[in-house]
């Protein structure tokens, strides 16, 4: 059954179920293509089926666009403005080429789900905003996302946490475009709708802008376990 209670179709359940395996079979080289297959699926059809399947991972992937976004690795940019000394835009290599740092935690979403031991591997925060050069009015950062819909919000002393990234890798692979590739944030203690895909700006402002599904009650400060009425256990470290 979907959440609407309706039966989901004997094939989609067995076609979810083959692109799952193959995901096993044949690795991570066509896990892009595989990811993006299920989100589509999990789109029309929200069962939350494909988050028990081999090629999902555990995961259940939400996307508020009309379609999957997708950058390449060429097209790929991430610029830093708003109050900084020295505003830049970087490419997928750029980000590469910085210091790396690699976080091995739980991901917790407010809706119930967990995948455990999720590995992602980028730039934090703090590096970036060290290079900026933040200036002394900024108190916060807004996430815009190349998706053109979605964003999120940190303040200042959250983003320089060393458990906040800029994401490129997951467990030791590519972000894919389901996953929010080919550059995700990643707020490890929060739950993960603070984590947002698709990343394509950081602006440092004066003030916490809430960010999109704060505008429909979620809560701006989204620890695990302290926010939005659940009793979860925090995030592992």
């Not at 609407?4 to 083959?18: E, H, I, K, Q, S």
């Not at 297959?37 to 789109?43: D, H, S």
Request: aromatic share 8%.
């Amino acid at each position: 059954m979907n959440k609407d209670g309706r039966p989901v179709g004997r094939r989609v359940v067995l076609g979810v179920a083959a692109l799952g395996a193959a995901g096993v079979a044949f690795g991570a080289r066509f896990q892009n293509g595989i990811d993006s297959v299920l989100a589509t699926i999990e789109t029309k059809d929200p069962t939350g089926l494909t988050g028990l399947l081999p090629g999902g991972g555990g995961f259940q992937i939400y996307n508020v666009a009309n379609s999957l976004p997708h950058k390449s690795d060429q097209d790929y940019r991430l610029t830093v403005d708003g109050l900084v000394d020295r505003p830049a835009t970087y490419t997928l290599a750029e980000l590469q080429a910085m210091p790396q740092t690699t976080l091995v935690k739980d991901v917790q979403c407010v809706t119930g789900w967990r995948v455990p031991n999720t590995e992602f591997g980028g730039v934090l925060l703090s590096h970036l905003l060290d290079t900026a050069g933040v200036r002394p009015e900024g108190k916060a950062l807004r996430f815009t996302c190349f998706d053109g819909v979605y964003s999120e919000s940190l303040t200042l002393d959250e983003a320089r946490r060393p458990d906040m990234m800029v994401a490129h890798r997951m467990n030791s692979a590519p972000v894919t475009d389901a996953h929010g590739g080919p550059v995700r944030l990643y707020a490890a203690p929060m739950y993960f709708y603070k984590s947002a895909k698709w990343l394509s700006g950081i602006t440092v402002t004066d003030r916490v802008m809430p960010g999109y599904w704060e505008q429909y009650g979620y809560d701006v400060e989204a620890w695990v376990g302290k926010s939005n009425g659940r009793d979860d256990a925090p995030t592992s470290g």
